[in-house]
């Protein structure tokens, strides 16, 4: 039997023959007409004695009417639909149809299928076809085509030999992938393949700012089928954030029991439940095994109740009140902080990489000094710090026997050094600073001198311009001094 259709987004359409020799599936809805004073008397033998009915009491008064006085037999088609035929069928069938359900009235037409671009045709088609011919409108309006998981020629990866490739297609197959993965390709599971706070803690406050800005763009990425980036903006999230800084941080608030960091302990205790909870949710989606393993296993809020699987919970939306762009900003100068102090450990210490050294940070404001004085034990923490001074410029002088590292035009951290200063390499460093310092400084000059800039610029343009060099000017005379006091030391 043969269906044709030609839908306005499709070409060079061609008939599409439905029956199969399955052992399975659904059978032919066609009857034989098999006439008693027929002289041929196989199956088929006639065409137009087939007969294409709802059911076989349907077929039998239809063969009544049309062969009227004659005695006949009917025989179902042996042969079952074709698998995509039934497929193009699957959003009406699930639903009840052809009865008026309730769940047809609801769910159909459905919003989104997502299916890979491969079975365009053979699926996606045919169910647009069926669904306007038999539900009266398309099945769905938006069609998410996912990436396909491919070696590095191009072939699926698994059970080559379970499917129906050409044996010298097969050959080619199994070569690509001996070459690629000489040892097999490792099992996984399918996750690893689909892959109200207000806290006096800088910490808490910003792990809880950087979650509000990780649902909005996971949201929006869903909501525009950008999945890749939805994932990334997760995966960032638990792993740089939440793990690489905010556990970190608050280890220190569990490693005893002190009773004068009881309320902060309380704090962090609550801001870790509300990001387990949360992130989990926002993961789900991604990860719906391993979330939905971890959700359960989470301890529940006292007097509270929540829904039975993590998979019938609300997903995350922002809450307001969690952002908080001032401490989002702390946390920026903390963290590029650390990574200095992190730089210098491992230049000075090497090996001796547990030993904890004390620290200076030399700032060049009152503004950073502050924020830097005030998260004194984020730093402290996270950069496995000894003790931590906050030294002002034009106040305090820069401390000796120490290697140096800008952190910006506002910030330079020293790290005290056990035993003797090697001077000639952060000389050498200082050198290179400088030069980059004169590099940005000549850029700019040329920009600020160039014809026609004070005629053609905005003033403030012009006013940011001038503040840029005069912080590189800053900048340089600073390093200026350290040159001069390592030559000192030598």
């Not at 179902?76 to 009865?99: I, K």
């Not at 892959?195 to 803690?201: A, K, V």
């Not at 439940?273 to 989606?285: D, K, M, S, Y």
């Amino acid at each position: 039997m043969w269906l044709s259709a030609v839908p306005l987004w499709l070409e060079n359409i061609h008939d599409w023959c439905i029956s199969r020799q399955l052992w399975w599936g659904h059978r032919i809805p066609a009857w034989y007409v098999a006439l008693e004073d027929d002289e041929l008397k196989k199956l088929g033998s006639y065409d137009d004695h087939w007969i294409v009915a709802r059911d076989e009491k349907d077929a039998q008064a239809e063969a009544s009417k049309r062969f009227a006085g004659k005695k006949f037999e009917l025989c179902q088609d042996p042969d079952v639909l074709d698998t995509w035929f039934s497929s193009g069928l699957f959003p009406l069938s699930v639903l009840g149809w052809p009865d008026e359900t309730d769940d047809l009235k609801a769910f159909y037409p459905t919003s989104v299928l997502e299916t890979g671009h491969d079975i365009l045709f053979f699926w996606v088609a045919r169910m647009v076809m069926l669904g306007i011919k038999l539900g009266g409108d398309v099945p769905f309006r938006k069609v998410y085509l996912h990436p396909m998981i491919r070696d590095a020629h191009g072939r699926l990866h698994k059970r080559l030999e379970e499917g129906n490739l050409d044996p010298n297609e097969l050959a080619v197959a199994k070569a690509g992938q001996m070459k690629d993965f000489p040892n097999g390709i490792a099992e996984c599971g399918a996750d690893a393949l689909d892959l109200h706070l207000f806290l006096t803690q800088l910490s808490c406050q910003w792990i809880l700012s950087v979650l509000n800005k990780a649902i909005s763009r996971t949201v929006a990425s869903l909501d525009s089928y950008d999945f890749s980036d939805g994932a990334s903006t997760v995966y960032s999230w638990w792993q740089y954030q939440f793990c690489d800084v905010f556990i970190e941080a608050i280890k220190p608030y569990f490693a005893g029991d002190d009773p004068a960091i009881a309320s902060e302990r309380s704090s962090a205790q609550h801001a870790l439940w509300v990001c387990l909870e949360t992130g989990l949710r926002l993961l789900h989606p991604f990860m719906p095994f391993v979330t939905e393993e971890l959700w359960q296993r989470l301890p529940a809020v006292k007097g509270s109740t929540r829904k039975e699987s993590i998979m019938l919970s609300e997903y995350p939306s922002s809450v307001e009140c969690w952002t908080n762009e001032r401490a989002e900003n702390e946390m920026d100068l903390v963290e590029s902080t650390v990574k200095c102090l992190r730089s210098l450990r491992a230049e000075v210490l090497g090996k001796s990489k547990n030993e904890r050294l004390p620290a200076f940070a030399f700032c060049q404001t009152d503004a950073v000094g502050e924020i830097i004085w005030s998260h004194e034990f984020e730093i402290l923490t996270l950069a496995s710090l000894s003790s931590l001074k906050v030294l002002l410029s034009g106040k305090d002088e820069a401390p000796a026997g120490c290697a140096i590292q800008n952190v910006n035009e506002n910030l330079i951290v020293y790290l005290k050094v056990q035993g003797t200063l090697d001077a000639e390499a952060e000389q050498e460093k200082i050198k290179n600073k400088m030069a980059e310092i004169q590099k940005q400084q000549e850029k700019l000059k040329k920009i600020m001198n160039a014809a026609g800039y004070q005629e053609k610029v905005p003033s403030h343009i012009q006013e940011d311009n001038a503040a840029k060099l005069a912080k590189l000017l800053q900048e340089f005379e600073f390093f200026q001094k350290e040159s001069t006091r390592l030559d000192e030391m030598k």
